[in-house]
């Protein structure tokens, strides 16, 4: 995760800032981030069932192996003058396809290593989480340096050998009992007979009847496409027409992973003590609004990177009590098509897209400000619905079993002394 996480953390500087200085537009930036997010999000969602039944294990390798493919092909065909914009839409969309399912299936062997650990969801999903922040610091910050020493096409084959490597690591590396199929692992009888559409549609009945994740789900969609619009758009144009560079988009994303590195950490020691639901809203109240305000105030660099530290810190409680909840009540058998389809809510392909067509017709700063106070509503209004109060119970196994403890509880009571 960290060597995969890491490179394409430097694309998200390389790729934005090379489209931004070769079309000199907004709106074709945005494009970009809509071709490439698109098929990631939908692919995602439709990969579940596949991830269940082939195992997250092969997923994982190769689907990393085609990313980097991908994105190799794009500075070898700008050498040769032979990258088209329409192609160039192509090749981002192979890549978001890819890794839609490679992120899906490192996800889905996450409690699994936690279960081989013996190690608490909360403290499985922070050090996850902590190892998503440091490739948030290390890959902006590589990122930056790189496109302002040498170009954008150095970061973007930096990131196709990290997925080649990311690759190489799961398919030898990774111990030979971890990554099997879930549902090879003991389904329900009759279960390994179903066909794939059967299996997607197990998954959207199980979160139809679960509100707290629906909730949280629906939550994260619109944050998603506030971010996605943030580091594809917004954060590129505000750094290009302040003059900071592309150096300040690693900076701020670097200053903001390591502040986040140090929530995880804090988050992956103590988050299984605290109560979630006021964890979960204080980490997106720093976490989001200010970061769209202070672009948008003109503020200088150093007043940025104040902000993005305090963001970062919230950032960094977010992703514990998220897994961990969805951990604790979704079934092992069936964690892969839940992920994928809660993360089929996403509003990160519409992000992009939007801003640079806003960008383009209203200015930075007017968006920049609508952005930041929807955020700000989105997730303060969704903490008055009355679900959120589950959130803290799902923790409290003595007072709510989410569906994995029921399944278990249930086999467990057929199961012969």
Known sequence: MAVSLTGTRVSAVALPWFVLVTTDSATRTGLVAFFEMAPYVVVKAF?????????????????????????????????????????????????GAARGPGDL????????????????????TGLSGVTERLASTVGPAAGGSLVALTGPLTGLLVNAGCFALGSMIIALVLPRRLGRPADGAGPPAGEARDGYWQRFGEGLAFLRAEPLLLTV??????????????????????????????????LTGSVM??????????????????RRRAVFLTGFLLAGAPRFLILASDAPLGAVLAVF?????????????????LLERVPRRMLGRVNALG???????LGGALAGA???????APVLIVCGSVYFLTTNLAGLRPEWRDMDRSRNRGTRRGPAEEEAARDNAGAPA
């Open 358 to 364: 806003a960008v383009a017709s209203a200015g930075l």
């Open 47 to 95: 990969t579940g069932p596949l991830v269940d039944r082939a195992g997250p294990r092969t997923l994982s390798w190769t689907t990393d192996l085609a990313s980097a493919a991908a994105v190799a092909v794009v500075p070898v065909l700008h050498a040769l003058h032979l990258l088209s914009f329409p192609l160039l839409l192509a090749l981002v969309a192979v890549v």
């Open 105 to 124: 299936a490192k996800e889905v062997m996450v409690p699994e290593a936690a279960e081989h650990g013996r190690t608490p969801l909360e403290r499985a």
């Open 257 to 274: 992973g390591a502040a986040a590195v140090l929530g995880s950490v804090i988050a992956a020691m103590a988050a299984h003590r605290l």
């Open 309 to 325: 530290a305090v963001s970062g810190f919230g950032a960094g409680f977010l992703n514990p009590v998220i897994g961990a909840v």
């Open 343 to 349: 993360d089929a809510w996403a509003g990160i392909p």
């Open 217 to 250: 789900i629906v939550m994260v969609a619109v944050t998603n496409l506030l971010d996605a619009a943030f580091s594809a758009v917004l954060l590129p144009v505000w750094a290009r027409e302040s003059g900071n560079g592309p150096g300040a988009m690693g």
